[in-house]
């Protein structure tokens, strides 16, 4: 005996909806697999991306180009400088110098 939708819901720790979305598409195709995305794919997967962000953070004076060079010989595809200016951003990364900051109380 299986199931109910509810208690496979409250089971998966997901809301009614899914389960009844899932069950209706097993139903029409016998298949849960996942559906084609639209949009355009993705140039660098999750672990490029942190690759990306570790060389940044080891070697802080490197440069965007330097960084689409070591991104090619490590992987041997091209992405974009500003894929990579994008992927920096997203891993908190930014355009920053550091700043020293100078007392303004007049002892020295």
Same mark, same amino acid.
């Given at each position: 005996?299986?199931?109910?939708?509810?208690? *496979? *819901?409250?089971? &998966?720790?997901?809301?009614?909806?899914?389960?009844?979305? &899932?069950?209706?598409?097993?139903?029409?195709?016998?298949?849960?697999?996942?559906?084609?995305?639209?949009?355009?794919?993705?140039?660098?997967?999750?672990?490029?991306?942190?690759?990306?962000? &570790?060389?940044?953070?080891?070697?802080?004076?490197?440069?965007?180009?330097?960084?689409?060079?070591?991104?090619?010989?490590?992987?041997?595809?091209?992405?974009? *400088?500003?894929?990579?200016?994008?992927? &920096?951003?997203?891993?908190?990364?930014?355009?920053?110098?550091?700043?020293?900051?100078?007392?303004?109380?007049?002892?020295?």
């Amino acid at each position: 005996m299986g199931l109910s939708q509810a208690d *496979a *819901a409250r089971r &998966l720790n997901v809301s009614r909806s899914v389960v009844q979305r &899932l069950w209706d598409q097993y139903q029409s195709e016998d298949s849960v697999s996942r559906r084609p995305v639209p949009g355009r794919p993705r140039a660098t997967t999750p672990a490029e991306d942190r690759f990306l962000a &570790l060389s940044a953070r080891r070697r802080r004076t490197t440069t965007v180009p330097q960084l689409v060079a070591d991104h090619f010989q490590a992987s041997g595809r091209r992405i974009s *400088a500003t894929t990579v200016r994008n992927r &920096l951003h997203n891993a908190g990364l930014y355009a920053r110098r550091p700043v020293v900051c100078v007392p303004l109380n007049g002892r020295q």
